[in-house]
């Protein structure tokens, strides 16, 4: 499928990540979840409570939607950065498992 | 531990400006924000993306650079990507930088902590591709990137506003799906000298506007039964508009009808917020200078009230020279002479916003959504079930914790929470006020065991 977005620039210094165990380059120091969507990941996760697909909503930290697993901890990937080498899995739990509160 | 005369949460225009108004009277600020760079949500990342595509977002956009340049100031430590969640008596404030908490201890304490898009639920809204209009516009001002398919929905100023950017990006929107009805800004034109005090607000829409129709883009108004329909993503966008049912595919569905303040900070150290009928929100109660009811505690901007960017720096320079005088910075003379001059012009910006809040009305299907319509984004709750816990005798938002799981996923509320109150409200007939709102515990975001450790083991880390 076409992508949903489409860059302005030519996006920066390429860096290799994985999303959901494949190999993606993505800019480096590009806010994540916005990198991802232009390299046209459409679902983030799927909610633990009816499975349903989930992607970014908000962009500024506050829905969660965006929740990924880096490194074993549940992230915003909204509120990061691109880094060379990072490993990113959907997140699967709530997003407060291994969270307090 | 850190420690400063000043700790300000959210380095937006109202956070910036307290900052360098601070500073200039002698005080120590440390300025907290968890993004990673200075601006806020309409300044974001100005810094950075104005040479790049300044053109495109426009001169308000601009009025962000002398901000975040204020900001290089001996007196103002700004430390980015620092997550703020717990405030305590001091006042002591708790924030995670890269994953490690860290604590600083402030004499005086001011939360500039901003908006939040009013939810809007509707049918669908949940899908992957639906997203906030804000979070359109950050993905255009941050990354650079527009959505090729995207359907604008709701009202009000920032929706032509983004619609008028993409226009500038050369992506127009697919349509203009608006929801005030026709009634509406005629309304808000007899509303006391509205034309009058909106006339300005009137031109820039008018101008933006004009710009969405060159472009030829498709606008509906007072649209009704709107809802996104797809499988695993939004697909198109269903409505009724001019006695018409129609349907527009696309991609991308950007979703506004107005921001309200965020008071998830202020409500967790239980300073009072009461419903203001106009905006359709809570507010947290403050004197003139924004003085809570601790009186350490200063708020100021959007999170106070919606008043708008300039609103908010006025605020925010109000805010510090309260602060510069309860600390023996700033003769009580001299602060009230400055003051006297930012209260003229916050009063003036002030002005359009009874118009611009008529004018624009939020949808009010989806402050009284259908009953299989989620509005508990986290736990997926809907209306339904919310009003299945008044029959049984529900009055409020806490009470409503005990029946179901709303407001109780990692957004504690966020978007849910007026929809709750809202729907309560209108269930048992009473007041917002006596409905009231989710209580706030911290941590204001879930917080990891790793990042507690972190701040154990290093206990000068921060110094
Ligand atoms: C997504 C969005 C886009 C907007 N775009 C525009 C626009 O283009 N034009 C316009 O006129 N108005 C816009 N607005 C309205 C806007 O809210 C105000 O005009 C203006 O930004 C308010 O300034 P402020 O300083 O009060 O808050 P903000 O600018 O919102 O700044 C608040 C800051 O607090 C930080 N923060 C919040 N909670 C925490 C925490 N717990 N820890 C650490 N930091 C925290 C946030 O990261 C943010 O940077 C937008 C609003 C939103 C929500
Ligand atoms: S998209 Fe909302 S928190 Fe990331």
Redesign the interface.
């Known amino acids: 499928m ?1 992508h ?6 030519a996006p920066a210094d390429l860096v290799r990540v994985t999303f959901r165990g494949q190999v993606v380059d993505l800019p480096a120091g ?2 994540l979840a ?2 991802l ?2 390299a046209g990941v ?3 996760r799927n ?1 633990p ?2 499975g ?14 965006c ?1 990924v697993e880096i490194d074993g ?2 992230r915003q990937a909204c ?1 990061l ?1 691109v880094s060379e080498g990072m490993v990113i899995e959907p997140a699967h739990g ?3 498992d ?4 | 531990m850190r420690s400063a005369d000043l700790i300000i949460v959210g380095a937006g225009p109202a956070g910036m400006a307290a900052a360098a108004c601070a500073a200039g009277k002698g005080l120590s600020v440390l300025l907290l924000d ?1 993004q ?1 760079r200075a601006g806020g ?1 309409i300044y974001r990342d100005v810094a950075r993306a104005w040479p ?2 300044g053109g495109l977002l426009g001169k308000d956009y601009a009025a962000g650079l002398p901000l975040v340049q204020a900001l290089d100031h001996p007196g103002i430590t700004h430390i980015t990507g620092a ?1 703020v969640w717990q405030i305590e008596d001091g006042p002591l404030v708790t924030f995670t930088v890269n ?1 490690a908490a860290q604590q600083a201890q402030g004499k005086r304490l001011l939360i500039a902590t901003g908006a ?2 009013r939810p809007m639920p509707l049918p669908g809204w ?7 209009a ?2 359109g516009q ?2 255009l001002k ?8 995207a359907v604008l929905v709701g009202c009000g100023p920032l929706l032509y506003l983004i619609g008028a950017q993409m226009v500038r ?3 127009p929107p697919l349509a203009l799906v608006e929801t005030q009805g026709r009634g509406d800004l005629l309304a808000a034109m007899r509303h006391v000298g509205g034309a009058l005090r909106g006339w300005r607000y009137m031109l820039k829409g008018l101008g933006m506007l004009a710009e969405l129709r060159r472009a030829g883009v498709a606008r509906h108004v007072a649209a009704t039964d709107i809802e996104i329909a797809g499988a ?2 939004a697909e198109s966008v269903r409505f009724r508009a001019a006695g018409q049912q129609h349907e527009i595919g696309c ?2 569905v950007l979703l506004h009808h107005g921001v309200v303040p ?1 008071t998830q900070a202020a409500r967790s150290i239980d300073i009072p917020h009461e419903w203001d009928s106009r905006q359709r929100a809570f507010v947290p109660q403050r004197d003139a200078w924004g003085r809570s009811a601790r009186a350490d505690v200063f708020i100021a901007g959007d999170g106070a009230g919606i008043g708008g960017a300039k609103a908010a720096a006025i605020a925010g320079e109000l805010a510090a020279l309260a602060i510069a005088h309860d600390l023996g910075a700033l003769a009580q003379g001299d602060r009230d002479l400055e003051a006297r001059q930012l209260r003229w012009r916050l009063s003036a910006e002030l002005a359009a916003r009874p118009f611009i809040d008529r004018a624009y009305p939020p949808f009010a299907p989806a402050l009284a959504p259908a009953d299989k319509t989620i509005i508990c ?4 709750v809907t209306a339904g079930d919310i009003r299945r816990y008044a029959a049984m005798g529900c009055l409020g938002p806490n009470q409503a914790k005990a029946f179901g799981r709303a407001g109780m ?3 504690q509320g ?2 849910c929470g007026l929809s709750v109150t809202e729907i309560l409200s209108a269930a048992h007939g009473q007041a917002p006020d006596r409905t009231g709102y989710y209580r706030i ?3 204001l ?6 990042e ?1 450790a972190a701040m154990a083991d290093t206990p000068d880390a921060a110094e």
Do not use: W
Request: hydrophobic content about 35%; some cysteine; proline content about 8%.
């Open positions: 076409k949903a977005f489409h860059r302005l620039d590009e806010n916005a990198a969507l232009a459409t679902v983030f909610t409570v009816s349903a697909p989930r992607a970014p909503f908000c962009m500024m930290g506050a829905c969660y939607d929740l901890t549940t509120m950065e709530k997003g407060a291994n969270a307090l509160g | 968890e990673p949500q790049k595509r997550t994953g939040l898009e949940t899908l992957p591709g639906v997203m906030t804000g979070a950050i993905l941050q990354s650079g990137m527009v959505s090729d398919r990006a050369g992506t695993n993503r991609d991308t965020n984004r986290c736990e997926e996923g990692p957004c966020r978007y515990r911290p941590p975001k879930p917080v990891t065991l790793a507690l």
